[in-house]
Each structure stands twice: as C-alpha cells, then as structure tokens.
C-alpha cells in the first residue's frame, strides 16, 4: 500500500507537471494564430479607439506573461475566462456541450472496451483458427476507415436506406429516452469502430504472449483449472497492456469528436471548439484545448494504477 501511494503521489505530481507544460504550450500556440480577437468582434470597419479600448477591457495590451498569469491564476481558482463571442463566462458556456460530449465518450467507452477486450480474448485463446482470423481482418479494416467514412456508411444506410434512425440529433427538449439513445447509436458506433479494433489487438497480443509465458506453464502444471487460470491469471496480467490502449483510445475519442459531433449534429464541446477557431475566441479554444489534454492525462494515470494493482510485476519494478 505505501508503495502504492508512493507511486501515485509521484505520478499526480508528474501529470500536475505536464498540464502546466501544455497550459504554457496551448497559451503560445493561441498567440501566434493570425487575426486580430477585437477586429474579430467589432469587425472591419471598427474604429482605431473603439479597438484599443476593447482590447484594454480585454487585457489583450498587456504583456503576453501578465496574460499568461491572470490566466494559470484564474484556472487555479475555477475561473476559465469570459467568451469573447458569446460574453459569457466559460464555465457556463462549456456547461451543456460538456455534458452531451461526455455521455457520448462514456456510451462509447462503455460500448467499446467489453467488445473489444472480449473479442480480444477469444481471439488470443483460439489462435490461428477461423475465427481468430476473420477477426484480426476485420479488425484491420476497421481500424483503417476514420470516423467520418464510417458515420457517412451508417447515415446512408441505417437512416436513408432503412429508416431505422435519425441522421441527426434533435435539438429539442422533449425527447424521450428511447428517442436519445436512438441518437446515441450511429454516433456511438462511428466512433468506437477503431477503437474497438486497437483494444481488439492489444488483447489478443497480450493474451498469446502471456499463455506462453513460463508463469503460466508452470500455473498449468500445478493443475489448475482452466476457468481459474484465465479468470485469476491470463486476463489480469493481459489487461496491463490494454489499459494503456485504452487510455490512448480516450485522448483518440477526444479528437475523434470533432469529427462526429459535425456530422450527426451533436452539440457537443467538438463542434464548439471548431466554432472558437473560426471564430478566434481564444479564451474558449484555450479552455477546451486544456480541458481534452487533461481528460487525456488523467486516464493514462488510471491506467497506470490499474496495470501496477492488476500485475504484480509492474508493482516489483
């Protein structure tokens, strides 16, 4: 357990350490994207002191450190920032699309590791057999073929061709809860197709290579059951490796929203970070830039934990 601790207060120091590297990162890569924020809001025909003066209430005169500062300060205390286009505060803006963003990763995440982690096992004990090659090669295919092929598959043919559901997310209120996870299903689907295929892999790589391993010749020969040696042994020590995977695969579900929520019309904190872009509202891009980098973090710290407390050989290094 100390050594656990250890571990963890180690790590939370690191990541604390990397999300300071990527504020800094995120900060100056905002600063060197062309145009001008106040020209931006008041547009072209602005005059010279309605923009200087907007830019004063902005604090976009001040040295680009002073901004730096106010801006770590105000994270620190829960303060995002204000909208430059919506004028409003972040927090309140990111509110709803944050939501509709996460339940759409969590369905996904849900959806996505049981099928791909099964799969995968199937797949590592039947080596080389029909199914274990049917598998791998669709597994290849799918992992080839980005989110907005697959979504555009499912839109023609699940909602034109067939009927069966909507092309787009509703935008109104009173939905019923069959009508809201209809919506979930082609979005779900489109983007955890790939997913599913790098946790597919990883599984059975690490399934093959563990029922190899002298650990388990040796848990064989000692007898024990096949139920118990899979259960208590192959899968514990197989899923280290996957955690990794699937840690990745939240930072590749993160970016993989952009894509997804556009094409079914989804609300969600993708499409707002395409409309902070071309909208140049830097607060926000930089808000939901810091926000993506810290889920990403946060996860691959989980699945550290969870590879350290499922195999104790990691725990022994």
Not at 11 to 16: D, E, F, H, I, T
Not at 24 to 44: K, N
Not at 72 to 87: A, E, N, P, V, Y
């Amino acid at each position: 357990m100390q050594d656990t601790l250890s571990f963890l207060t180690r790590r939370v120091a690191l990541l604390l350490g990397t999300l300071l590297a990527v504020a800094i990162l995120i900060f100056a890569i905002t600063r060197l994207l062309p145009g001008d924020v106040a020209t931006m809001i008041l547009g072209m025909s602005a005059t010279k002191e309605d923009l200087a003066t907007l830019r004063e209430q902005l604090g976009l005169n001040q040295p680009a450190l002073v901004q730096f500062t106010h801006w770590l300060f105000g994270i620190f205390h829960g303060d995002l920032g204000m909208s430059t286009r919506f004028q409003r505060p972040i927090t309140e803006v990111l509110r709803e699309p944050l939501e509709k963003s996460a339940v759409l990763c969590l369905v996904g995440t849900a959806f996505a590791v049981p099928v791909g982690v099964g799969l995968g096992l199937l797949s590592g004990l039947k080596k080389n057999s029909v199914f274990d090659k049917a598998v791998s090669s669709l597994s290849v295919f799918a992992a080839a073929m980005p989110e907005f092929v697959t979504g555009g598959f499912f839109i023609v043919f699940f909602s034109s061709w067939l009927g069966w559901l909507p092309a787009f997310a509703s935008t109104s209120g009173n939905r019923s809860l069959g009508q809201q996870a209809a919506e979930l299903i082609m979005p779900v689907l489109s983007l955890s197709l790939v997913i599913i295929a790098y946790i597919l892999r990883m599984t059975r790589a690490s399934v093959i290579d563990t029922l190899e391993s002298d650990y388990i010749k040796a848990a064989m020969l000692k007898g024990i059951s096949r139920r118990r040696l899979l259960l208590h042994h192959v899968l514990p020590i197989s899923m280290g490796p996957t955690l990794q995977v699937i840690a990745l695969s939240v930072g590749w579900m993160a970016s993989g929203l952009v894509v997804v929520e556009s094409l079914f019309g989804i609300s969600g904190i993708g499409r707002l970070l395409v409309f902070a872009i071309q909208n140049r509202d830097v607060p926000l891009l930089q808000a939901i830039a810091l926000i993506v980098a810290a889920t990403y973090a946060i996860a691959n710290l989980m699945a550290d934990l969870g590879q350290r407390l499922l195999d104790p050989r990691v725990a022994a290094r």
